[in-house]
T-cell receptor, first 116, second 111 residues
Framework: AQKVTQAQTEISVVEKEDVTLDCVYE???????LFWYKQPPSGELVFLIR??????QNEISGRYSWNFQKSTSSFNFTITASQVVDSAVYFC?????????????FGTGTRLTIIP | EAQVTQNPRYLITVTGKKLTVTCSQN?????MSWYRQDPGLGLRQIYY???????DKGDVPEGYKVSRKEKRNFPLILESPSPNQTSLYFC??????????FGQGTRLTVV
């Protein structure tokens, strides 16, 4: 069975600080895919990134970066120079399919609050 | 505009009164799913569909029904709602080449 653990329930940081959201996963599949979604206060779910298990290269997109380490089964998300607009609930998810078409297994989410 | 539309967005109902939450997508996606979001539990899959007339249970299907008679629609049916089905519900759609695209969510309260 697949499982995703986001141990940080809530995090608060002051604006412009860097923050890392942790994600640890469990799966028996050798091929799997990891995702991050953002849920802003308006409630919708916004796709941020997808990573497959064969690609351990870190990824950077603007102020966002992702660190994937198979050795520790982690897929952590870092926001540098945080902004108030980053305040949201962030979900890490896991799937055995490339795009999570049939099923996404979500973590419990981390509520991030950026204090102005 | 590509979108997944859920209706209603908010609903308060009473125990035992049948209800349907509709989900419609305009992207011709084959795959559709329903998830529920609860505090401390994240999102859990209720049902999913791989195409018309093909549906399967997710992790928490008890108390729910679905149908997929048309490609664009995937309604979620609660035949006899109970308070433990109070939740935030999301519909999602995708193709084999795209990530799941989620609707705006439906907040259901069963009293």
């Amino acid at each position: 069975a697949q499982k995703v653990t986001q141990a940080q329930t809530e995090i608060s940081v002051v604006e412009k600080e860097d923050v890392t959201l942790d994600c640890v996963y469990e799966t028996r599949d050798t091929t799997y895919y990891l995702f991050w979604y953002k849920q802003p206060p308006s409630g919708e779910l916004v796709f941020l990134i997808r990573r497959n298990s064969f690609d351990e290269q870190n990824e950077i997109s603007g102020r966002y970066s992702w660190n994937f380490q198979k050795s520790t089964s982690s897929f952590n998300f870092t926001i540098t120079a945080s902004q108030v607009v980053d305040s949201a609930v962030y979900f890490c998810a896991l799937s055995e399919e490339a795009f999570g078409n049939e099923k996404l297994t979500f973590g419990t989410g981390t509520r991030l609050t950026i204090i102005p | 505009e590509a979108q997944v539309t859920q209706n209603p967005r908010y609903l308060i109902t009473v125990t035992g009164k049948k209800l349907t939450v509709t989900c419609s997508q305009n992207m011709n996606h084959e795959y559709m799913s329903w998830y529920r979001q609860d505090p401390g539990l994240g999102l859990r899959q209720i049902y999913y569909s791989m195409n018309v007339e093909v549906t399967d249970k997710g992790d928490v299907p008890e108390g729910y029904k679905v149908s997929r008679k048309e490609k664009r629609n995937f309604p979620l049916i609660l035949e006899s709602p109970s308070p433990n089905q109070t939740s935030l519900y999301f519909c999602a759609s995708s193709t084999k080449d795209t990530e799941a695209f989620f609707g705006q969510g439906t907040r259901l309260t069963v009293v």
